[in-house]
């Protein structure tokens, strides 16, 4: 079985500003990594993902996200942070060659401040 | 539609009462999730349909949650004898082909909120 901690339950932070949301991941096999935002009233949608290959995965809207497979890390960052990213984001990963049921963690809720 | 719906958006009921809860995917996708999300959580598997069949259902947590998808489209979540800790969003996704290679992307509806009193 794999699990997700999101260690950050809310970020806040001033527009313009970097920002990480942290996630770790436990499994006793490979994974893949996923991160999902929630905008406020609307359903999740897929930000990006890690499948193989380079470990810095990229969304269209500036997020990058880098697997540290030694760490067991997929945290989520941007540079440049607008007051429309504040959601709620989810990490979560599922197995390789296993039924595609992710396990997500408990989300952060990213609060960007003019 | 273009995407995930779900109704009804708010479901409120009284304890013991039978709720079903519709989910209508995107046109093609054979493969749909029921996903339970209490306030504060993380979306909570719940079953896997591919097509008809239930594919997956070790996420419900007791027999009062049943799940249809008769024709292989449209689904519904029916949960018998509710219960006060059964308020939560309900979500359901949507992705295309076969589980298995773990990169089918899912796309979500909205979510039915279901308040039991």
């Known amino acids: 079985a794999q699990s997700v901690t999101q260690l950050d339950s809310q970020v806040p932070v001033f527009e313009e500003a970097p920002v990480e949301l942290r996630c770790n991941y436990s499994s006793s096999v490979s994974v893949y990594l996923f991160w999902y935002v929630q905008y406020p009233n609307q359903g999740l949608q897929l930000l990006l993902k890690?499948?193989?290959?380079?470990?810095l995965v990229e969304s269209i809207n500036g997020f990058e996200a880098e697997f540290n497979k030694s760490q067991t890390s997929f945290h989520l960052r941007k540079p440049s942070v607008h007051i429309s990213d504040t959601a709620e984001y989810f990490c979560?990963?599922?197995?390789?060659?296993?039924?595609?049921?992710?396990?997500f963690g408990r989300g952060t809720s990213l609060i960007v401040h003019p | 539609g273009a995407g995930v719906s779900q109704t009804p958006s708010n479901k409120v009921t009284e304890k013991g009462k039978y709720v079903e809860l519709r989910c209508d995917p995107i046109s093609g996708h054979t493969a749909l999730y029921w996903y339970r999300q209490s306030l504060g959580q993380g979306p909570e598997f719940l079953i896997y349909f591919q097509g008809t069949g239930a594919a997956d259902d070790s996420g419900l947590p007791n027999d009062r949650f049943f799940a249809v998808r008769p024709e292989g489209s449209v689904s519904t979540l029916k949960i018998q004898r509710t219960e006060r800790g059964d308020s939560a969003v309900y979500l359901c996704?949507?992705?295309?082909?076969?589980?298995?290679?773990?990169?089918?992307?899912?796309?979500f509806g909205p979510g039915t909120r279901l308040t039991v009193l």
């Open positions: 979560a990963v599922t197995r390789w060659g296993g039924s595609y049921i992710p396990t």
């Open positions: 996704a949507s992705s295309q082909g076969t589980s298995g290679s773990g990169d089918n992307e899912q796309f």
């Open positions: 890690y499948l193989s290959g380079s470990t």
